[in-house]
T-cell receptor
Framework: TQLLEQSPQFLSIQEGENLTVYCNSS?????LQWYRQEPGEGPVLLVT?????EVKKLKRLTFQFGDARKDSSLHITAAQPGDTGLYLC??????????FGTGTRLQVFP | ETGVTQTPRHLVMGMTNKKSLKCEQH?????MYWYKQSAKKPLELMFV???????ENNSVPSRFSPECPNSSHLFLHLHTLQPEDSALYLC????????????FGPGTRLTVL
């Protein structure tokens, strides 16, 4: 059974702090996606990383795909209250099948 | 309407009831999905349809019955559910191709009494 473990599970920080969320698996994925989900809504895609070692930046968010394409990280610089939400990584096994991670719930206090 | 819509947004049902969840996508995608999201488990893929054909049934109990009459609509028929089936049921759509993002609806919050 493929499993994507995210850590930490919960994170409460003050506005302006930096944080890193990790997504780890023993499986190799063709690509890895990061989603953010806010209460009452479905997940929304933040980024897709495809190549081992790839780094993508989206304003204050930096995403990295591991060299072996088994793990990924999300780093947020100078977190803001608007970053609050559930962050989900998802590994692509086939073109129609994503395996979602266990989730990291982030709370950023003003 | 744009994106992916789901109705109803909230549903409370008894274990002997029959109900249906509806999902509609306005994105021109050719694949649609049902996911279950419960408090203590990762988002679980239930069913996948591509071009209106079911291509994945992730060991889901038969009390959940999907239906995809066309590429824009997806239903999940529910009957004789158990309290542990209470969860957020999310519908998503995408293009049937590598690396394409899945667009999710807001979900139906289901409570089984």
């Amino acid at each position: 059974t493929q499993l994507l473990e995210q850590s930490p599970q919960f994170l409460s920080i003050q506005e302006g702090e930096n944080l890193t969320v990790y997504c780890n698996s023993s499986s190799v994925f063709s690509s890895l996606q990061w989603y953010r989900q806010e209460p009452g809504e479905g997940p929304v895609l933040l980024v897709t990383v495809v190549t081992g070692g790839e780094v993508k930046k989206l304003k204050r968010l930096t995403f990295q795909f591991g060299d072996a394409r088994k793990d990924s990280s999300l780093h947020i610089t100078a977190a803001q209250p608007g970053d609050t939400g559930l962050y989900l990584c998802a590994g692509e096994l086939t073109s129609l099948k994503l395996i979602f991670g266990t989730g990291t719930r982030l709370q950023v206090f003003p | 309407e744009t994106g992916v819509t789901q109705t109803p947004r909230h549903l409370v049902m008894g274990m002997t009831n029959k109900k249906s969840l509806k999902c509609e996508q306005h994105l021109g995608h050719n694949a649609m999905y049902w996911y279950k999201q419960s408090a203590k488990k990762p988002l679980e893929l239930m069913f996948v349809y591509s071009l209106e054909e079911r291509v994945e049934n992730n060991s889901v109990p038969s009390r959940f019955s999907p239906e995809c009459p066309n590429s824009s609509h997806l239903f999940l028929h529910l009957h004789t559910l158990q309290p542990e089936d209470s969860a957020l049921y999310l519908c998503a759509s995408s293009q049937d191709s590598w690396g394409w993002e899945q667009f999710f609806g807001p979900g139906t919050r289901l409570t089984v009494l």
